[in-house]
């Protein structure tokens, strides 16, 4: 199954009449390599959106469509704690261990109270 980014780059290759080993070696990168990234199975690299947007001189739009993509695609993310306060932390590490008990509902309560931290 193809993650949204996997879905964006495919039309991309159909409409340039490529397949993805033409966009693998553009990437600099393997087929099967990126074969796992369009499924989700690894992360879009640093980079890719960039060299992208560029080889196929996308517009500000499909620019924007392709970063939407990259993020609703991603299967991890880090967050640097380094500066963090202890309070911070131990919220970061209780929202990672209650993650995948998190129903849409909740999620949504959630994305709402951070929303409203950020217009304060």
Do not use: C
């Not at 949204?4 to 993805?20: A, D």
């Amino acid at each position: 199954m193809y993650t949204r980014f996997g879905e964006f780059v495919r039309v991309l290759r159909v409409k340039n009449h490529q397949v993805m080993g033409d966009m693998a070696e553009m990437l600099g990168t393997t087929t099967p390599f990126l074969s796992a990234v369009e499924n989700g199975k690894k992360n879009v690299p640093k980079g890719w959106a960039e060299t992208i947007a560029q080889f196929y001189n996308l517009s500000t739009d499909e620019r924007t469509e392709l970063n939407e993509a990259i993020e609703e695609s991603r299967v991890q993310t880090k967050i640097d704690m380094k500066d963090s306060s202890i309070m911070q932390r131990k919220v970061a590490l209780q929202f990672a261990r209650s993650f995948d008990d998190i129903d849409d509902e909740t999620a949504d309560r959630i994305i709402k109270l951070l929303q409203k931290k950020e217009e304060n």
